[in-house]
Nanobody
Framework: QVQLVESGGGLVQAGGSLRLSCAAS????????LAWFRQAPRKAREFVAR????????YYIDSVKGRFIISRDNAKNTVYLQMNSLKPEDTADYYC???????????????WGQGTQVTVSS
């Protein structure tokens, strides 16, 4: 059974940094993609970034390019989201998700973590 466990959220001032982690277990993940989504209060969940487990290709939404970095540690089956220069609009619950393709939609991912809260104060 696949399990995704996020950690690393918290409260940070604008301009600060946080690193989120997503530990995956339960199967081999070669060629799969792990993504980060976020959901701000009263807003729909949105895609943030993804990384392909086999070729390390990455993709980001425009609003986080140059500030967020997604990376993976194969030995630990863990994906990280380093978030720098955080803004109040980055405040949201962040979720990691795992799927077989390279999509940016929620339905592209069949496995989800429980989420971790990020709050950026102004």
């Amino acid at each position: 059974q696949v399990q995704l466990v996020e950690s690393g959220g918290g409260l940070v001032q604008a301009g600060g940094s946080l690193r989120l982690s997503c530990a995956a277990s339960g199967r081999t993940f070669s060629s799969w993609t792990l993504a980060w989504f976020r959901q701000a209060p009263r807003k729909a969940r949105e895609f943030v970034a993804r990384i392909n487990w086999s070729n390390n290709s990455t993709y980001y939404i425009d609003s986080v390019k140059g500030r967020f970095i997604i990376s993976r540690d194969n030995a630990k089956n863990t994906v990280y989201l380093q978030m720098n220069s955080l803004k109040p609009e980055d405040t949201a619950d962040y979720y990691c998700a795992l799927g077989p393709g390279l999509g940016n939609r929620e339905y592209d991912y069949g496995y989800w973590g429980q989420g971790t809260q990020v709050t950026v104060s102004s």
